[in-house]
T-cell receptor
Framework: EAGVTQSPTHLIKTRGQQVTLRCSPISGHTSVYWYQQALGLGLQFLLWYDEGEERNRGNFPPRFSGRQFPNYSSELNVNALELEDSALYLC???????????FGPGTRLTVT | RKEVEQDPGPFNVPEGATVAFNCTYSNSASQSFFWYRQDCRKEPKLLMSVYSSGNEDGRFTAQLNRASQYISLLIRDSKLSDSATYLCVVNIRTNAGKSTFGDGTTLTVKP
């Protein structure tokens, strides 16, 4: 069974630009979660999508947004990038009615 | 006070040792509990869910104490490959889907 996949693996952007990160969940999983992990810090919850709807959101500004597609894949968009947005962005998925989350390898974003 | 707190360590133990980590949570409405391991610059991997009755998977035992609001992870017969950061995760019933991760406890197993 294929795991959660994310693209791209690495990304370098400059301040003020916009970025889109992509995530494909494990087959049969309907929920997708996004997390931010700055270097040396813990995981911060960003967004939860389930069945195409945004179900919950962490304490992040509106320039962090996303969506989930009918095939359950998801995108995370970050507008007006700031230096402190540099981090590992992790996507996870889970089966219906389960909070056991399985993570993808992440996208490492560097903002210069 | 953080919603989920872990002793950051590091815990440095010799191979074969038994080591235990605790994780405390502040919200009594917490519903689901998990342990993950994360290797340096890698994604977290689910180690085990924590059930009210406790559960065991090989050398790993997880327990939940709702009265004192903590979960624990016991690792017996530590291996070099157990070296990692261990994250506890809590889901709160009233805030479905928002998992709160502890900052992790770092374990180093030495020969």
């Amino acid at each position: 069974e294929a795991g959660v996949t994310q693209s791209p693996t690495h990304l370098i952007k400059t301040r003020g630009q916009q970025v889109t990160l992509r995530c494909s969940p494990i087959s049969g999983h309907t929920s997708v979660y996004w997390y931010q992990q700055a270097l040396g810090l813990g995981l911060q919850f960003l967004l939860w999508y389930d069945e195409g709807e945004e179900r919950n959101r962490g304490n992040f500004p509106p320039r962090f947004s996303g969506r989930q597609f009918p095939n359950y894949s998801s995108e995370l968009n970050v507008n007006a990038l700031e230096l402190e947005d540099s981090a590992l962005y992790l996507c996870a998925s889970s089966r219906p009615n389960s909070y056991e989350q399985y993570f993808g390898p992440g996208t490492r974003l560097t903002v210069t | 006070r953080k919603e989920v707190e872990q002793d950051p360590g590091p815990f440095n133990v010799p191979e074969g040792a038994t080591v235990a980590f605790n994780c405390t949570y502040s919200n009594s409405a917490s519903q689901s509990f998990f342990w993950y391991r994360q290797d340096c610059r890698k994604e977290p991997k689910l180690l085990m869910s924590v059930y009210s009755s406790g559960n065991e998977d090989g050398r790993f035992t997880a327990q939940l104490n709702r009265a004192s609001q903590y979960i624990s992870l016991l690792i017996r017969d530590s291996k070099l490959s157990d070296s990692a950061t261990y994250l506890c995760v809590v889901n709160i019933r009233t805030n479905a889907g928002k998992s709160t991760f502890g900052d992790g406890t770092t374990l180093t197993v030495k020969p």
